[in-house]
């Protein structure tokens, strides 16, 4: 039998429901085959993986596998009598076992097999969920990787707006994803730091001191006067000395200036960086130079009219790409090729590029540089991230960093919180685009849906305090104490949906299914405490066992509100 398993999915002393079940599947195909229910595979089929899911139905189960669907065809039998066998091989294996993760499996047409999860299972995952504490959601890659996550990476010649800040929301939530999936991340910026636009900021902060003009290609808006304003005295006499060039002095300054706003800005969300890498300490190591030969070895590049070209068709692009120009500058995707060089002489083995969705012609030829080096186009990613319109009395208004037209990340944050402000961009896909009216988001964000799940938190919290002014603690376990109450197993159930999460969040690099369940989670509990008194302290023991599960909603939602980046208060 040839069996290939999905992703892993536990934290030490939890393993997920649906790792569990995968697990209880394969077993019960392996007896199936041993006692003659199932023929074995045959030798040339393609290795079977077991694909566990959540029903759309939850009347249909817990849980569901298409298995018997996908044996078909190799074992030359119809769906329904294979999924009876499966079904069949679990019930003898559930009678056997004790606490089997499975119970009540049934078979449905066209050969679907519905499971639900047995109550023992429930309760003893939700005690070692508490046991782990802020482990809890947290998963074991099957095979971890050591990923680089490169985002942001705006130019610094102004602050971040709420345009290009949207990839700060989109890299920082994917890195703490990635990271509670088990693998080892780094969280980088790369700018550009030699560029015209370094001259252009520079030759305009140096007219605005001056009372003069500022260049039609130059930079305008209050931040360029005030930067204006601070050019530090000594770096004002090397400007204006007969020999500097006077706006590149200024600019190298300035861009410095601008790149710490922009770190202190991203502090302020939440956002850190391991690495800051440069455009011109990428050329001046000599990676630019180590890429092209590794690619002239490969016979990946070719001279002609004077300039160097990637064969960039061999590997189906439409064209052939520029490395270097006949007049001996690099193009930026000469640049790209040294940069991914680097990177992946650093050992990581993947690299993701969060960038807006402007650079969609730049994703095939730097996976194809990629391949032609030797590493592989699926070792790289890129993440299109659609652009944030901002919108003020219903018009679009342009963010540009020229025109100094723009809605800053600190004046964001300011009006409506980074709380919110996280929570806006994760409930989001990043490839769908946003109008963004401040003042709209302002008058949402009192009703925003992390306030809700917030207050969740902060209720539980406040529960547990009372509880123990009356004397009362959560139980030390809830074994044997759900099964005969629906509405305390479906919470529990809630709560074991968390590890999942993060895999599925991990595995298509999107969040809005985190903040989906971190509203249903706050929305299961407002539902629990309705229907059952947690606090009596004329039955400690049915309030114990509430209070244990109660504490176990609690610590879910301040790891998920963790994972989101977002504050878990205890009061509100």
């Known amino acids: 039998m040839a069996v290939t398993e999905g992703p892993e999915t536990r934290v030490p002393g939890v393993e997920s429901a649906r790792t569990a079940t995968r697990r209880a599947l394969e077993r019960a195909w392996a007896q199936a085959v041993d006692d003659g229910r ?74 679907f097999l519905n499971l639900r999860l047995a109550p023992g299972y429930v309760e003893a995952s939700i005690d070692a969920a508490t046991q782990v504490g802020s482990s809890f959601g947290r998963v074991e890659a099957q095979r971890p990787q050591r990923i680089n996550v490169e985002f942001v990476s705006a130019n610094p010649t102004g602050p971040l707006h709420i ?67 601070e050019v530090p005295e000594e770096i004002w006499a090397r400007a204006v000395s007969d020999e500097a060039d006077g706006a590149w002095v200024i600019g190298v ?5 601008v790149r710490a706003g922009i770190e202190s800005s991203l502090g302020r969300l939440g956002v850190r960086f391991d690495v800051w890498r440069t455009e011109t300490g990428i050329e001046r190591e000599g990676w630019i130079d180590r890429s092209i030969e590794r690619l002239r070895e490969g016979g990946h590049v070719y001279e002609s009219e004077r300039a160097l070209w990637f064969r960039s068709t061999a590997f189906g692009d439409d064209k052939d790409r520029v490395v270097r120009r006949s007049n001996g500058e690099l193009t930026y ?48 990613e890129v993440l299109l991230v659609a652009w944030v319109r901002f919108v003020r009395d219903g018009q679009e208004i342009s963010m540009s960093k020229r025109s100094g037209e723009f809605i800053t990340l600190d004046e ?11 929570w806006y961009f994760a409930a989001r896909a990043h490839t769908s685009g946003i109008d963004f009216d401040i003042e709209l988001a302002k008058r949402q964000s009192n009703e925003n849906p992390v306030y809700y799940v917030q207050y969740a938190h902060a209720r539980i919290s406040s529960i547990l305090r009372k509880a123990q002014e009356a004397g009362l603690s959560p139980a030390d376990s809830v074994a044997g104490r759900l099964a005969d109450d629906p509405v305390a197993l479906g919470l529990a159930k809630e709560i074991l949906r968390l590890p999942e999460l993060v895999e599925d969040a991990a595995t298509a690099h999107e969040t809005q299914g985190v903040t989906a369940y971190a509203t249903q989670l706050a929305t299961t509990f407002h539902a629990f405490y309705r229907d059952r008194r947690v606090i009596d302290p004329a039955d400690p023991g049915t309030s114990g066992v509430r209070l244990a599960l109660v504490d176990a909603a609690r ?7 963790a994972l989101l980046g977002i504050s878990a208060p205890e009061s509100m």
């Not at 294979?82 to 003898?92: E, K, N, T, V, Y």
């Open 38 to 111: 199932l023929p074995a595979l045959p030798p040339e089929s393609a290795a079977t993986a077991i694909e566990v899911v959540r029903p759309a139905n939850p009347d249909h189960g817990d849980l569901s596998t298409n298995l018997a669907l996908k044996l078909a065809r190799p074992l030359r039998r119809p769906p329904l009598e294979i999924a009876a066998a499966l079904r069949d091989s679990l019930a003898a294996s559930m009678s056997e076992e004790t606490g089997s993760a499975i119970a009540d499996p049934t078979v449905a047409a066209p050969g």
């Open 163 to 229: 345009g290009n800040a949207r990839g700060a929301f989109v890299g920082d939530l994917l890195c703490r994803v990635l990271e509670a999936a088990g693998h080892d991340v780094t969280r980088e910026y790369y700018f550009n730091d030699a560029g015209t636009q370094v001259r252009n900021l520079g030759e305009s902060v140096r007219r605005v001191r001056l009372g003069e003009p500022v260049p039609e290609d130059g930079y305008r808006g209050e931040y360029v006067s005030d930067l204006a304003r």
């Open 253 to 257: 300054w300035a861009s410095e200036r």
């Open 333 to 380: 995707f000469g640049k790209d090729i040294g940069y991914l060089e680097e990177k992946f002489s650093r050992g990581f083995d993947r690299l993701i590029y969060v960038w807006g969705a402007d650079h969609h012609g730049t994703v095939a030829r730097l996976r194809n540089a990629a391949e032609a080096m030797g590493y592989g186009r699926d070792a790289v």
């Open 412 to 422: 964001l944050l300011a009006e409506i919180g980074a709380d919110a402000a996280r």
């Open 555 to 561: 610590l879910a939602l301040a790891n998920t509100l």
